[in-house]
């Protein structure tokens, strides 16, 4: 590590903590360079927590497309293959529930728990259309267009008449970027995951579903937003749901989340 040659693509991994295995699954144009990230949260501290930049995105790398919801799975089952893990617990947020959801419907013997956190089932319960988003917005632009959306607290008018609140996350925003991201190369792989994304759709195989699992998502969050949670809860067999103070970023913004989290798995 970092680098893990698959039979499919090279890979770039970074583990840390001790314990049982937690496969982390990460979400749209994830890239682990942007700090802090889930290796610096308490999960790191309980398990042992393996990620990984998906196909395309960050130190990964970028094969041409396109991209389906099927190849980040395999994935996943590839590169637990090549660290010689049998089962883990699967956290997968946004994107990374999506994947997440298609490695338990597609591989159940490798999945022990599941958590899915502010993630869809995709069809007509799918997340924000990423893929209808200007492909030459600015990273600023597009932070700005989805201000409301991360949470549905700050509309357009909580934006103008919070400026400095919008300045100072616009700010933070901006210094997680990586120069890369800028180039066509990074730009491809990001398009080919948000159409793959735009493809995901499993609602009418929620019920095979095996696996222990625990739906988690932000009580003001309009990307993946109650309504899509509340079909998973209904349609996965063994499952349960909670919802926390914040929006799409809620695993920063309630600190009661990792630790739910870390009770689920551990017990």
Aim: with cysteine; proline share 5%; net charge negative.
């Amino acid at each position: 590590m970092p680098l893990i040659k698959t039979p499919r693509l090279e890979m770039f991994v970074e583990e840390r903590g001790v314990g049982s295995p937690v496969l982390f699954v990460s979400g749209t144009g994830a890239d682990l360079r942007v700090k802090p990230n889930v290796l610096d949260s308490p999960l790191a501290k309980s398990f042992r927590v393996i990620a990984y930049d998906q196909r395309g995105l960050g130190q990964t790398q970028k094969p041409l497309g396109p991209y389906e919801m099927e190849d980040y799975s395999i994935d996943a089952i590839a590169l637990l293959d090549k660290l010689g893990i049998d089962n883990v617990y699967l956290v997968g947020v946004s994107f990374g529930g999506m994947v997440a959801l298609h490695v338990a419907l597609q591989y159940p013997e490798r999945v022990t728990k599941i958590v899915l956190c502010c993630t869809s089932p995709g069809g007509v319960f799918a997340s924000f259309p990423f893929h209808d988003l200007p492909d030459d917005q600015t990273a600023t632009e597009r932070a700005m267009q989805l201000m409301e959306f991360n949470d549905l607290r700050h509309t357009r008018r909580w934006q103008r008449d919070n400026a400095t609140s919008v300045d100072a996350m616009i700010k933070v925003m901006n210094s997680r970027l990586i120069k890369d991201h800028a180039t066509l190369e990074f730009k491809r792989g990001y398009r080919e995951q948000i159409q793959a994304r735009s493809r995901h759709d499993v609602v009418a195989n929620l019920d095979r579903i095996k696996s222990e699992t625990f739906i988690c998502a932000g009580l003001y969050d309009g990307i993946a937003p109650e309504e899509n949670q509340r079909v998973m809860l209904e349609k996965i067999p063994n499952s349960r749901c909670q919802f926390y103070s914040g929006g799409h970023l809620f695993l920063f913004e309630d600190q009661k989340a990792w630790g739910d989290i870390i009770e689920f798995l551990a017990n």
